[in-house]
C-alpha cells in the first residue's frame, strides 16, 4: 500500500518477488537505524493524530518507522521535537536518475515512469477481470486481483 501519494491518495500497487530480499535487507537496516537513535535519546516517528492518540508508545516502536528513513534527524515543525521523517521524494528521484544515467538507458525514465507502467499492468488486469461500475466496486476488484497469488498481477521486474 502506497499511502498518500500522487494526489495525496493511497494506491494498492504490487511488490516484485525479486525486490523482496531486498526489502529485508532495508528493514533490517531500519531497525538497526532506530535503535542508534533510540541510544541517543530520540528514536521517534510521526504518526496521525489518531494512532498516535490511540497507541502512545507506538512512535518509538520499530515497526512504526519510515521503511526509507531520512539520512538525519530534523526538528517537526508542529512538535517542535527532534524526529526522523521519511526520504524527500527528491533524493528518490535523484537515485533513479542516477541508476538510468549508470545503465546506459537512452530513453527517459524516472520514478514517475515506472510507478505509471506499473499502474497500466495492474489496470489491464483489472480491466480484463471484471468490468467496473463505481470507485467501491473498482476497487475491491483491483484488491482481489492483487490478492489471486500466482494469477495475481505480476510485477513488470519478476517478468
Known sequence: MVRAGK??????TV?????VPYLRIQLEH?????????EA?????????????????????AGWQYVFPAANRAREPRSGRIKRHH?????VQNAVRHAVRQAGLEKPASSHSYGTVLQRCVWNRVLTSARYRNCLATRMIYTHVLNRGDRGVRSPLDR
Open 7 to 12: 494526489g495525496d491518495k493511497d494506491r494498492i
Open 15 to 19: 511488490l516484485p518477488d525479486s525486490l
Open 30 to 38: 531500519v531497525r538497526l537505524l532506530h535503535k542508534t537513535d533510540l
Open 41 to 61: 535519546g530520540f528514536g521517534e516517528t510521526s504518526l496521525p493524530y489518531a494512532l498516535a492518540r490511540k497507541y502512545p508508545n507506538a512512535p518509538f516502536q
Open 87 to 91: 526520504i524527500h521524494r527528491s533524493s
